[in-house]
């Protein structure tokens, strides 16, 4: 988990409210859903409704199953135009502005460099120069044709495969979010999958300011990078803190770069806030690989977006990746290494503020 939650179960003298937490698990992860006592006739019910959707959406989405959606388009949308159920076509049609927005450091249509990393198959191995070329030739979503008027999908070229890892469980949570608003009326809610990604439906009880969530530190279990503070918007956060594999004395994260075919490197973790779950995993993958200066640059073209990024250089556990150092910018007072961009004082207090 790389995320924590500076409220309590328990009510307390000072007004700390309580809360029902719901979670079950989806998407190789646990998904919760957690809803103030009191401010919901039917807190359980909604959210094992909300529940029950992410488990319908992972059905559509996973490439572990042959009978999803996505695993159907990739083995058809060679041949032919294929149907996409509208929803998901949405999706396709906001990761294709993405991917142009960050110059194709995030993209969807990255399956086969995945696979031949070994990454889907849980066997990750520095792949045969022959085979990463051909991966390389079928990755990018510059393959992928979109018919708006018939929310149909045709690739390119043969060997494309989607994969929607890198913003499905953000997709899945801000749907969960409109479920829970629109059929259940709930206003208050922070809903997250696995601790990276986080949707928050307005304000926990009594503080207007947001839901407090405190970044953890990547590596060291006793820092943070900070607090930020969510209200209706989405909170993703990328790191290659668990799957890794060593190599020439490296570590090479499954956060791969779409643009050179290999791991990216340089960074240790990155957060961005969005309006969107979706958009706030999407640009936390771009950030990664773009680094600190390309984060500030993605919060400069979307002035919606607020971002922290941890840098390799100022994280000891992480040195050994060969990571080339960023330039500074905007570092975090007593934090080096630890850049904050476009982020108002109340909604992010730097560690040595964060408690």
């Known amino acids: 988990m790389l995320l924590d939650y500076l409220f309590t179960d328990e009510p307390d003298a000072s007004g700390e409210f309580s809360l029902v937490r719901v979670s079950r698990r989806a998407m190789a992860t646990t998904f919760e859903i957690a809803i103030p006592v009191g401010s919901h006739p039917n807190p359980v019910a909604s959210a094992e409704a909300a529940l029950a959707l992410i488990d319908t959406l992972e059905d559509q989405m996973t490439v572990y199953r042959e009978h999803s959606e996505v695993s159907q388009l990739n083995a058809s949308a060679t041949d032919t135009f294929v149907g996409v159920e509208p929803h998901l076509f949405e999706l396709f049609t906001r990761c294709a502005v993405w991917t142009k927005e960050t110059g194709g450091a995030f993209d969807i249509a990255t399956g086969a460099l995945t696979a031949v990393w070994g990454f889907q198959q849980r066997d990750p191995h520095v792949p045969e120069t022959r085979a990463l070329v051909e991966a390389m030739r079928t990755t990018g979503f510059r393959h992928v044709m979109l018919n708006a008027d018939r929310h149909e999908v045709k690739f390119r070229v043969a060997g494309v495969k989607l994969n929607l890892g890198a913003v499905g469980k953000g997709y899945a949570l801000d749907r969960a979010a409109e479920l829970l608003r629109t059929e259940w009326g709930v206003r208050s809610a922070l809903l997250h999958a696995g601790g990276s990604s986080v949707c928050a439906i307005g304000a926990p009880p009594g503080d207007e300011r947001g839901w407090p969530i405190r970044l953890k ?80 640059a993605l919060t400069r073209l979307r002035p919606a977006l607020g971002a922290v990024v941890l840098s390799e250089e100022a994280n000891p556990e992480c040195q050994r990746r060969g990571a080339t150092p960023n330039h500074p910018v905007a570092d975090t007072p007593g934090s080096p290494g630890l850049f904050a961009f476009n982020f108002a004082p109340d909604v992010y207090s730097p560690p040595d503020h964060a408690d």
């Open 217 to 296: 530190h990547p590596t060291s279990v006793d820092e943070s990078l900070g607090v930020v503070r969510l209200s209706n918007a989405g909170l993703g956060t990328s790191a290659a803190t668990f799957q890794y594999f060593e190599y020439n004395g490296r570590n090479l994260g499954h956060l791969l770069d779409p643009r050179t075919g290999w791991p990216a490197h340089g960074t240790a973790s990155a957060s961005v806030v969005a309006p969107t779950a979706a958009e706030a995993d999407a640009m936390s993958t771009a950030a990664f690989v773009l680094g600190a200066s390309g984060a500030e």
